[in-house]
């Protein structure tokens, strides 16, 4: 086993493991963001840079820090490591630094974005993104276009994370498209066929980090932090049938696969699973879920809150907080 010291927390861990790995086992705040690893697919990681860390020493053998910021979710763990994160003034900056790269060509859409309440990107830049733009070029755009018959593509929203590209590759039976050209001006692209058509498809709009990946079936419905997150799961002979069904009152809006605490899918759902079936008979219902992300979702949730403490007693009226709803 390896030690490695994360925000002044020690944790051992195995041998292979990444500093993002780690710093994940112990969980809460010193967990850096991570806009393009997903851990169930292989190969993603080290394209966005916001999971960059500070390396302070580099292992019990050898003490000196890392020359320059890593990135936490492609470096392996030395024993002996020091690793600063929420500690390090300059992992701050650096982040703001790349939030400011990843918003130069984004879109001022988060009030008409269906991503807005669950993106990585709108929180991230709430944390550490600028007021203004010193941004003064043209902002790169294109069309918004219909990949198949389930999933719309709004390139200008994309951070060329390739974590579409990974799960079409790696969960579906043939791969159709991926990422065109180089540089600033690359895009994902269908090139060929123009379609993605395949059962499993409909995962590239759940791990999509950002609003560049809709659901046709959902688009513009509702916002998400209107719906009622609800565990379902039903007999399905192609996925496992564990979803989550975004309700308003008794109607189903929408279907999406399950994610952990760090945003990533724990079951992947096929195509009939996510988009055809929007009726509750469908579904058995296993009860409200809760989401564990700070996000606009989770929010307007009073429960830690004292009632006595936000409500003040009108005078000469003695009130029971317990009666107060
Ligand atoms: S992708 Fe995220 S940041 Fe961009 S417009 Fe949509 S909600 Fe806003
Ligand atoms: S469309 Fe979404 S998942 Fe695909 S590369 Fe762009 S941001 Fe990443
Ligand atoms: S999550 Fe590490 S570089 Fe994107």
New binding site residues.
């Given amino acids: 086993m390896l030690k490695v010291t994360i925000d002044n927390i020690l944790i051992e861990v195995e041998e292979g493991t990444t500093i993002?790995q780690a710093a994940r086992r112990i969980g809460g705040k010193v967990v850096?963001?991570?806009?393009?690893?997903y851990s169930s697919l292989k190969g993603t990681?080290?394209?966005?840079?916001?999971?960059?860390v500070k390396v302070a020493k580099t292992s019990a053998k050898d003490p000196r820090p890392m020359a320059r910021l890593v990135?936490?979710?492609?470096t392996p763990v030395q024993d002996g490591m020091v690793v600063e994160n929420i500690t390090s003034q300059e992992v701050k900056e650096a982040r703001k630094g790349i939030v400011e790269f990843l918003l130069i060509n984004h879109p001022l859409d988060c009030p008409v974005c269906d991503q807005a309440g669950e993106c990585d990107l709108q929180d991230l830049s709430y944390g550490f993104g600028l007021e203004g733009t010193r941004f003064e070029e043209e902002k790169r755009e294109f069309s918004v276009i219909d990949i198949g018959r389930y999933i719309k593509l709004h390139m200008n929203r994309c951070i060329l994370?390739y974590r579409c590209v990974y799960t079409a590759d790696q969960l579906t039976g043939g791969r159709v498209h991926g990422v065109l050209y180089r540089s600033d001006v690359s895009e994902i692209g269908t090139f060929i066929s123009n379609s993605v058509e395949n059962d499993f498809s409909g995962n590239m709009i759940d791990v999509c980090p950002v609003g560049a990946l809709t659901d046709l079936t959902f688009r513009f419905r509702s916002r998400v932090w209107f719906l009622r997150p609800v565990d379902v799961h039903r007999e399905c002979s192609r996925c496992t049938g564990k979803a989550v069904a975004w309700m308003f009152g008794s109607e189903i809006y929408r279907i999406t696969g399950r994610k952990d605490a760090f945003g990533e899918v724990t079951d992947f759902i096929c195509n009939e699973c996510r988009f055809e079936k929007k009726e509750v008979s469908n579904w058995i219902i296993e009860g409200p879920r809760r989401i564990n992300r700070q996000s606009v979702i989770s929010a307007n949730h009073y429960e830690k809150i004292k009632k006595q403490s936000i409500i003040k007693p009108i005078e000469g009226i003695t009130m029971n907080p317990e009666e107060i709803s």
């Fill in positions: 993002l850096p963001p991570a806009m393009c690893y990681g080290g394209k966005c840079r916001t999971c960059l990135a936490s979710c492609s994370c």
